[in-house]
């Protein structure tokens, strides 16, 4: 049976130490964050991108009205995972991360259309357009 050094010791207290105020520093980050916020575009705290999001939003609501309708929505949103759990999500940057998952599945499974020039994933094309028709 082997005898635990003072070295491999401390090295275990440093790596737990850090890990523990790795997941405080998480819990402090995320704490000034609105809670009960379902608006996926809370994190865009800059003014002039929700307003971008509207603008693709209104001209997705031009070119594919039928993927904005609420049944359609519901529909999408219910076969996607990573948006139901960014639904859930309290941190803005967690948030932004599964949805560019999920944007990334939707490029991978070559789910995106054009709008005016810009190819844009099924996930974006549909948050865009449902930001635009209930702004």
Known sequence: MSKITRRAFLGLAGIATLGVVGYGGAILACRGVPRNTPDFFASLDDETLRTAARTVGRRVLALYPDLVEDAALDDFISQRPRLLEAAQMTCPDSRRKALQGQCAADFA??????????????????????AAKYA
């Open 109 to 130: 499974a070559g789910a995106a259309r054009t709008v005016d020039g810009w190819v844009l994933s099924e996930t974006e094309i549909r948050l865009c357009g449902a």
